[in-house]
Nanobody, 125 residues
């Protein structure tokens, strides 16, 4: 199973960016898809997650109201729409897939089985 994250880049504060995560090697219908981020010198932080069916979504406190997670199971792809970006959003963003994350907790990296390589988002102020 491979996850590939796309869409990172340099963006000015206040603007938007959308990340994509393409999964290959397995259908994602039964997996929670999550996004995490890690800034230099900081721990990996939970950003957002969505259940396999798409019925349930979860967000970290720092991104609520600004970021939106979505998924297209037919395309084996998850998305993260990021609006009103600020300098504190600068980080490497990782997508992840977790079979039991919904039960064990979507906020914890240890509950995800597969990870993408990360894509860098830099927000200039």
């Amino acid at each position: 199973v491979q996850l590939q994250a796309f869409g990172g880049g340099l963006v000015q504060a206040g603007n938007s960016l959308e990340l994509s995560c393409l999964v290959s090697g397995r259908t994602i219908n039964n997996y929670v898809m999550g996004w995490f981020r890690q800034a230099p010198g900081k721990e990996r932080e939970f950003v957002a997650a969505m259940s396999g069916s798409g019925d349930s979504t979860y967000y970290g406190d720092s991104v609520k109201g600004r970021f939106t997670i979505s998924r297209d199971n037919a395309k084996s792809t998850a998305y993260l729409q990021m609006n009103s970006l600020n300098a504190e959003d600068t980080a490497v963003y990782y997508c992840a897939a977790g079979f039991s994350a919904l039960v064990l907790g979507t906020k914890y990296p240890r509950n995800y089985d597969y990870w993408g390589q990360g894509t860098l988002v830099t927000v200039s102020s």
